[in-house]
């Protein structure tokens, strides 16, 4: 049989579908990992197959943390699709799916490379294209997109870049402008799909006759660029509108990172070196590295990315002079111009992530490849003997089975919680957020005291200041005084759960947890407080919801018992109490109701005049607010908490004049 036969390559490509399906098959019932939880897990919006149009009216369904409400919808749709088929929050579901859309993306993959494959020389090449799409797909770095459920985005984003690049090249005429269906949809998944326009024009430039730079080819420079940008013009003008329009739908609240934007740039050319180092030996991955800014311009790690960059791309550009070679040149340059929005001036909240890498290292296994298969024809003359055939099998049977084991432990890895941020305290022992992570999994198997080791470890690391570790020595610290008894742990847990809140205000989960805390020990009203904060930023919270319905419940009983009791003893001080419960459960005008019913029995009583002072002022009646606590001030001189009411209702008053 011909190996470079259609039919050989068929049935190749269903052996590799097999492999690849048996390679993965123990990920399958891997869990939800890191910013699964508030973009699935606590998500309520995906929860209602009705909430599909919502989702595409308003970022803020995107995630239940307001930091990270950006406007995502295809994404978040297939989160709510996958729900809804599980109808429950079935990790496996939503694996299966990702699973099929890569199936399906490889099949495209395969149609591109075939197709880039013929520009170069004229031939199908139906066994290449195979043997790049299964190193692809076996390819260890790839592993970390499959397993990392909200990582879907990539896959997703990467899979309509390929629709669309195939109906491009394939189509005649206006036929090409099909492609800018698929494109649109991408850009609702992720900003990333931008990138496919200038791809797009290079392609125009590069592989289309007569191409730019290639020597018996040459076409003239200012018609060759008209001739590439016309053909090209849509993407890029859809792409700025695309750009602009999902910009303008994100959530107010959303912020990427703190992180400086000169730094983060400065950080990058090593992290491109990092990720080219990885595509060739793909060891030592973490879901969560250590890399930190790199502070000092021009430092050597700076200076050899720098230098990584120029020579690879100095090696594009040589290699673009000849049509033979020009899938190397064009799929170097695919790789740079990917990665383009999460390695240039766009800080994001760490300087680099390995499934930031798939859509980009297409490119570079194009370029591998083709440049594996010149090799091959270089050394044998373009006539390989059985001898060169059984090597090169062999290598390659030895590559793709390395990479095969490595995603198999990869997979491994991502099985659960615990698991996962084991090995990144491991790989990356200096990452705050991983010593954290894996200090929530010894929590939650009961071991508290090393949870609170943990904790205090990220407390030395620059996460230490992060809302969260707070949060979590709060709990553990709450959680070990509740088991021994030690009431001196649970004020401890109490100090950090209010540090949480006062350092991560925007954070619901702060506010939820602390109104946990606050509820257990009975300090309902102020529990109450805190979960509304917490729903006001995050709608969909769907433990903040649950709670506050238990509690809202109680404290409406509780009322209504005070209510009862005010009405039995008719005394001022019960119905200034009542006016209190109403004031904490935002009752303002039933706070103001009980203290006229104070003021009635005790005229005089600066309390009462204080409490309506601080009803008004919630209800902006500043005018009536500065009135009461006049009067309570009248009443009592010295009254401190009254004069501060006053000040606060003045300076409102003035500001809103």
């Given at each position: 049989?011909?190996?470079?036969?259609?039919?050989?390559?068929?049935?190749?490509?269903?052996?590799?579908?097999?492999?690849?399906?048996?390679?993965?098959?123990?990920?399958?019932?891997?869990?939800?990992?890191?910013?699964?939880?508030?973009?699935?897990?606590?998500?309520?919006?995906?929860?209602?197959?009705?909430?599909?149009?919502?989702?595409?009216?308003?970022?803020?369904?995107?995630?239940?943390?307001?930091?990270?409400?950006?406007?995502?919808?295809?994404?978040t749709s297939l989160n709510a699709i996958d729900f809804w088929i599980a109808?429950?929050?079935?990790?496996?579901?939503?694996?299966?799916?990702?699973?099929?859309?890569?199936?399906?993306?490889?099949?495209?993959?395969?149609?591109?490379?075939?197709?880039?494959?013929?520009?170069?020389?004229?031939?199908?090449?139906?066994?290449?294209?195979?043997?790049?799409?299964?190193?692809?797909?076996?390819?260890?770095?790839?592993?970390?997109?499959?397993?990392?459920?909200?990582?879907?985005?990539?896959?997703?984003?990467?899979?309509?870049?390929?629709?669309?690049?195939?109906?491009?090249?394939?189509?005649?005429?206006?036929?090409?402008?099909?492609?800018?269906?698929?494109?649109?949809?991408?850009?609702?998944?992720?900003?990333?799909?931008?990138?496919?326009?200038?791809?797009?024009?290079?392609?125009?430039?590069?592989?289309?006759?007569?191409?730019?730079?290639?020597?018996?080819?040459?076409?003239?420079?200012?018609?060759?660029?008209?001739?590439?940008?016309?053909?090209?013009?849509?993407?890029?003008?859809?792409?700025?509108?695309?750009?602009?329009?999902?910009?303008?739908?994100?959530?107010?609240?959303?912020?990427?990172?703190?992180?400086?934007?000169?730094?983060?740039?400065?950080?990058?050319?090593?992290?491109?070196?990092?990720?080219?180092?990885?595509?060739?030996?793909?060891?030592?991955?973490?879901?969560?590295?250590?890399?930190?800014?790199?502070?000092?311009?021009?430092?050597?790690?700076?200076?050899?990315?720098?230098?990584?960059?120029?020579?690879?791309?100095?090696?594009?550009?040589?290699?673009?002079?000849?049509?033979?070679?020009?899938?190397?040149?064009?799929?170097?340059?695919?790789?740079?111009?990917?990665?383009?929005?999460?390695?240039?001036?766009?800080?994001?909240?760490?300087?680099?992530?390995?499934?930031?890498?798939?859509?980009?290292?297409?490119?570079?296994?194009?370029?591998?490849?083709?440049?594996?298969?010149?090799?091959?024809?270089?050394?044998?003359?373009?006539?390989?003997?059985?001898?060169?055939?059984?090597?090169?099998?062999?290598?390659?049977?030895?590559?793709?089975?390395?990479?095969?084991?490595?995603?198999?432990?990869?997979?491994?890895?991502?099985?659960?919680?615990e698991t996962l941020w084991y090995d990144v305290t491991v790989k990356s022992?200096?990452?705050?957020?991983?010593?954290?992570?894996?200090?929530?999994?010894?929590?939650?198997?009961?071991?508290?005291?090393?949870?609170?080791?943990?904790?205090?470890?990220?407390?030395?690391?620059?996460?230490?200041?992060?809302?969260?570790?707070?949060?979590?020595?709060?709990?553990?610290?709450?959680?070990?005084?509740?088991?021994?008894?030690?009431?001196?742990?649970?004020?401890?847990?109490?100090?950090?759960?209010?540090?949480?809140?006062?350092?991560?205000?925007?954070?619901?989960?702060?506010?939820?947890?602390?109104?946990?805390?606050?509820?257990?020990?009975?300090?309902?009203?102020?529990?109450?407080?805190?979960?509304?904060?917490?729903?006001?930023?995050?709608?969909?919270?769907?433990?903040?919801?649950?709670?506050?319905?238990?509690?809202?419940?109680?404290?409406?009983?509780?009322?209504?018992?005070?209510?009862?009791?005010?009405?039995?003893?008719?005394?001022?001080?019960?119905?200034?109490?009542?006016?209190?419960?109403?004031?904490?459960?935002?009752?303002?005008?039933?706070?103001?109701?009980?203290?006229?019913?104070?003021?009635?029995?005790?005229?005089?009583?600066?309390?009462?005049?204080?409490?309506?002072?601080?009803?008004?002022?919630?209800?902006?009646?500043?005018?009536?607010?500065?009135?009461?606590?006049?009067?309570?001030?009248?009443?009592?001189?010295?009254?401190?908490?009254?004069?501060?009411?006053?000040?606060?209702?003045?300076?409102?008053?003035?500001?809103?004049?």
């Open positions: 049989m011909n190996l470079n036969s259609k039919t050989f390559a068929s049935v190749l490509a269903a052996l590799m579908v097999v492999a690849l399906t048996a390679v993965y098959w123990n990920h399958f019932d891997n869990g939800f990992h890191f910013d699964d939880s508030h973009t699935i897990q606590n998500n309520g919006f995906i929860k209602d197959i009705h909430n599909l149009p919502l989702i595409f009216q308003d970022a803020r369904t995107t995630s239940s943390l307001p930091l990270n409400q950006a406007y995502r919808p295809m994404i109808d429950s929050l079935d990790p496996t579901v939503f694996h299966w799916h990702i699973y099929l859309e890569f199936l399906l993306l490889l099949a495209i993959l395969y149609l591109v490379f075939l197709h880039l494959f013929e520009m170069a020389d004229g031939q199908k090449h139906y066994l290449l294209a195979i043997l790049g799409v299964g190193f692809f797909a076996f390819h260890t770095a790839t592993a970390e997109t499959i397993n990392y459920i909200i990582a879907r985005s990539d896959g997703f984003s990467t899979l309509m870049v390929l629709v669309s690049a195939l109906i491009y090249m394939k189509a005649k005429g206006n036929f090409k402008q099909l492609a800018l269906i698929p494109f649109i949809i991408g850009c609702l998944a992720k900003p990333t799909t931008l990138m496919l326009a200038p791809i797009l024009f290079m392609y125009e430039l590069l592989l289309q006759k007569p191409s730019l730079l290639v020597k018996d080819e040459q076409a003239k420079l200012i018609p060759k660029m008209a001739s590439a940008l016309k053909g090209t013009f849509s993407f890029f003008v859809v792409g700025v509108a695309m750009y602009l329009f999902t910009r303008s739908m994100f959530s107010a609240t959303w912020k990427p990172s703190d992180i400086s934007a000169l730094k983060y740039l400065n950080t990058q050319p090593y992290i491109f070196w990092v990720y080219i180092k990885t595509f060739f030996l793909p060891t030592g991955l973490s879901a969560d590295t250590d890399l930190k800014l790199i502070s000092e311009y021009f430092s050597p790690q700076v200076l050899w990315g720098l230098l990584v960059i120029a020579a690879s791309i100095g090696l594009a550009f040589k290699f673009a002079t000849f049509r033979k070679t020009l899938p190397i040149a064009f799929g170097i340059l695919w790789f740079y111009v990917a990665l383009v929005p999460s390695s240039s001036v766009i800080p994001l909240a760490e300087v680099m992530n390995h499934h930031r890498t798939f859509f980009p290292y297409i490119g570079l296994v194009m370029a591998v490849v083709w440049a594996g298969f010149l090799l091959v024809q270089k050394i044998t003359k373009g006539k390989p003997s059985a001898m060169s055939r059984a090597i090169v099998t062999v290598l390659l049977l030895g590559l793709f089975g390395a990479h095969a084991y490595g995603t198999y432990q990869r997979n491994e890895v991502w099985d659960n919680e022992p200096k990452n705050g957020r991983g010593l954290m992570n894996y200090g929530l999994t010894e929590m939650q198997n009961g071991n508290t005291e090393s949870a609170i080791s943990y904790f205090q470890r990220t407390m030395n690391t620059s996460y230490g200041r992060h809302p969260y570790v707070y949060l979590n020595m709060g709990i553990a610290k709450n959680a070990l005084g509740m088991r021994i008894n030690d009431q001196k742990l649970k004020n401890e847990g109490e100090t950090y759960l209010k540090q949480a809140v006062q350092i991560g205000p925007g954070y619901p989960d702060c506010h939820y947890y602390y109104a946990f805390w606050l509820a257990n020990n009975g300090r309902v009203d102020e529990a109450v407080k805190h979960l509304s904060k917490a729903l006001e930023l995050s709608p969909a919270h769907q433990q903040a919801k649950s709670l506050l319905a238990s509690l809202t419940t109680t404290a409406e009983d509780r009322i209504k018992n005070m209510e009862t009791e005010a009405a039995r003893l008719k005394t001022p001080e019960a119905y200034l109490d009542l006016s209190l419960k109403y004031y904490n459960l935002g009752q303002y005008e039933n706070c103001i109701k009980a203290c006229n019913e104070a003021l009635q029995l005790k005229p005089d009583y600066a309390e009462a005049y204080n409490n309506i002072c601080s009803a008004y002022n919630q209800l902006k009646m500043f005018n009536e607010a500065i009135e009461a606590c006049n009067r309570s001030i009248e009443l009592k001189p010295n009254y401190e908490l009254a004069k501060g009411n006053l000040n606060w209702a003045k300076s409102q008053l003035a500001k809103n004049q």
